[in-house]
């Protein structure tokens, strides 16, 4: 009888903590992929919903889910098997659901973070955060250019899982969370994944702005650029790999989060370059739009990593600190010019 090991066994039973958009069209993938899900919801009726009706009509509408997938508001149920679980909740309440369920499971299940950000309070980006709430589990990071309401549909979505772990074990973890259309690419680099996959939806509002004030196609496309530039400044310092922010974490997630107002990061950008407030914008909406708090979180990181990222300053200017968008515009490109790759 062969003896089961990390690298040979089969995981099953996977737990998603966070029955938003994302982690709901996670957990259809992984449902009709044949896993054992079970879909944590941190308030009882919209688990009650997700069970009676098999549609998150509340952040995912008109999307009809399997019947296998299980919806719970109970930490204790909601990792009782678990495997592997998904973290799937919005970058700043991630410690806090950490510390909810770290005295919940052992330390062998492995961690996939799906959130996108960076601290605010404390500046920590998320693996960080991970590795004080949660120490000694295993850990990666799953991000990529994935609309919810496309992958949810079953249309073809690649992402990168990128984790530190031995490549037996990672390619455990690929497999288990691969479902017909949907396609995770390892990766070795988690910091340059994580490091991307937060900082794009910063220059995801900063391109909403150049649509919603009519800039044109050339200023938008040189601020992905640009800001990518930047990201990977920012990465390499950190000790990511520069080859990272051109695979699908990087470039590919940029691509699709600066392009499309089912962004919300893009759409956020595109109201404010048509005059309206933060405040105005984001009242009554319950989805999250998480470069506004990177954006003032990337600030203090960069600075203290003693890296310039103008666009993403810009940004915190605008959303943070009362600048108006014109004269931010006319400050970016009063800038000295300077060598490409720098």
Same mark, same amino acid.
């Given at each position: 009888?062969?003896?089961?090991?990390? %690298?040979? *066994?089969?995981? %099953?039973?996977?737990?998603?903590?966070?029955? !938003?958009?994302? !982690?709901?069209? =996670?957990?259809?993938?992984?449902?009709?992929?044949?896993? @054992?899900?079970?879909?944590?919801?941190?308030?009882?009726?919209?688990?009650?919903?997700?069970?009676?009706?098999?549609e998150n009509i509340t952040y995912l509408p008109g999307a009809k889910l399997d019947p296998a997938i299980h919806a719970?508001?109970?930490? !204790?149920?909601?990792?009782?098997?678990?495997? +592997?679980?998904?973290?799937?909740?919005?970058? %700043?309440?991630l410690r806090a659901l950490l510390e909810k369920f770290a005295p919940l499971l052992p330390q062998s299940v492995p961690l996939v973070n799906a959130a996108k950000g960076i601290e605010l309070e404390t500046g920590s980006l998320l693996s960080e955060v991970a590795v004080q709430a949660a120490p000694g589990h295993p850990f990666a990071? =799953?991000?990529?250019?994935?609309?919810?309401?496309? /992958?949810? @549909?079953?249309?073809?979505?690649?992402?990168?899982?990128?984790?530190?772990?031995?490549?037996q074990v990672a390619e455990v973890w690929a497999q288990s969370l691969r479902g017909p259309a949907f396609r995770p690419y390892l990766s070795d680099d988690p910091l340059g994944a994580e490091i991307a996959g937060a900082l794009k939806n910063v220059i995801a509002i900063a391109c909403g702005i150049v649509e919603g004030r009519k800039l044109g196609q050339n200023a938008k496309a040189a601020v992905m650029t640009r800001g990518?530039?930047?990201?990977? *400044?920012?990465?390499?310092? @950190?000790?990511?790999?520069?080859?990272?922010?051109?695979? +699908?974490?990087?470039?590919?997630?940029? /691509? =699709?989060?600066?392009?499309?107002?089912?962004?919300?990061?893009?759409?956020?950008?595109?109201?404010?370059g048509q005059g309206q407030s933060l405040q105005d914008y984001m009242a009554g909406r319950r989805t999250v739009a998480e470069g506004v708090a990177t954006a003032a979180a990337a600030k203090t990181f960069a600075a203290r990593e003693g890296v310039e990222m103008p666009i993403s300053e810009a940004v915190c200017g605008i959303l943070h600190e009362g600048a108006d968008v014109g004269a931010v515009i006319e400050a970016l490109l009063a800038r000295d010019l300077r060598h490409e790759t720098q």
């Open positions: 009888m062969t003896e089961e090991t990390p %690298q040979n *066994r089969s995981i %099953q039973n996977i737990s998603i903590l966070g029955a !938003g958009s994302w !982690g709901t069209a =996670l957990a259809e993938v992984l449902s009709r992929a044949g896993r @054992k899900v079970t879909l944590y919801a941190r308030e009882a009726a919209l688990a009650e919903a997700l069970n009676a009706e098999h719970t508001a109970d930490a !204790g149920e909601a990792v009782k098997d678990a495997e +592997l679980v998904l973290l799937v909740t919005p970058a %700043q309440y990071v =799953l991000s990529g250019p994935s609309f919810a309401s496309e /992958t949810v @549909k079953g249309l073809p979505t690649a992402v990168t899982l990128a984790t530190t772990a031995p490549a990518i530039a930047e990201i990977r *400044r920012l990465g390499v310092q @950190k000790g990511a790999q520069s080859e990272t922010f051109l695979g +699908l974490s990087g470039i590919g997630d940029l /691509t =699709l989060t600066c392009n499309s107002l089912t962004s919300r990061n893009f759409a956020l950008g595109h109201a404010l």
